[in-house]
């Protein structure tokens, strides 16, 4: 996505989640909530991990465009 400077849509993808029933019971909204509470835990943990290694928090991928 940042080769391209596209942008992610993540609404579309719950949408659709929703729209085709995955998410019916009880059980596999708790598995998805969970899934993605281990995924930004990590996604934490590894930004951590690259700050104290490289000492930014992020790479710079592109100039800002100042109009």
Known sequence: MIATDAIHPP???TTLIISLG???TPLRVGIIIGSVT???LFHSGVLFVFKRIVGESHPLYREEKSD
């Open 11 to 13: 609404a579309c993808a």
């Open 22 to 24: 995955l998410l019916s």
């Open 38 to 40: 281990i995924l930004v």
